[in-house]
C-alpha cells in the first residue's frame, strides 16, 4: 500500500507539472499580428509595463517606437520554452521573451537575435 501511494503521489507530482507553452507561443504570435498590421497601440499593450516604459524616446509614444523599429516579421512558431513564469519563444523571423504576470503572458523582448556566446540582442527589452 506505501509503495502505491509513493507511485501514485509521484504521477501526480509528473502530471502536475505539465508546462503550458500555447499560451506564450499565442502571445508572441498576437504581438507580430499586431506589429505586422500596424497596430501599435495593440502591441504595445501587450508589452510588460517595463517594456513599454523604457521603449519610448523622449517625445515618442509606444506605438511611435515600435513603429520606428520596423521589426521584421514574425512567422512561424518553431520552438517555446517555459520555465517558472519566463519564456522564450522563436518564431522564423524573430525570438521573444515573455514573462507571465498572474494568467497573462506579456513581452519583455522582442526583435531579438542571438550574439554567439553573449545573451541576445534585442530591439525591444526592458
Do not use: I, K
Request: proline letters at 5%.
Amino acid at each position: 500500500m506505501r509503495l502505491r501511494l509513493m507511485v501514485l503521489a509521484s504521477a501526480l507530482l509528473v502530471t502536475g507539472c505539465a508546462v503550458d507553452t500555447t499560451a506564450p507561443a499565442r502571445t508572441a504570435v498576437r504581438f507580430h499580428t499586431a506589429v505586422s498590421a500596424g497596430q501599435m497601440e495593440n502591441a504595445c499593450a501587450m508589452l510588460s509595463a517595463e517594456t513599454a516604459e523604457r521603449l519610448p524616446g523622449p517625445g515618442q509614444s509606444c506605438a511611435e517606437a515600435l513603429r520606428a523599429l520596423r521589426l521584421r516579421p514574425g512567422g512561424d512558431v518553431t520552438e517555446v520554452s517555459v520555465w517558472g513564469g519566463d519564456a522564450q519563444v522563436r518564431l522564423t523571423g524573430d525570438t521573444l521573451f515573455l514573462h507571465r504576470f498572474g494568467d497573462v503572458w506579456r513581452v519583455r523582448a522582442a526583435g531579438c537575435e542571438p550574439v554567439r556566446d553573449l545573451p541576445y540582442d534585442c530591439e525591444v527589452e526592458d
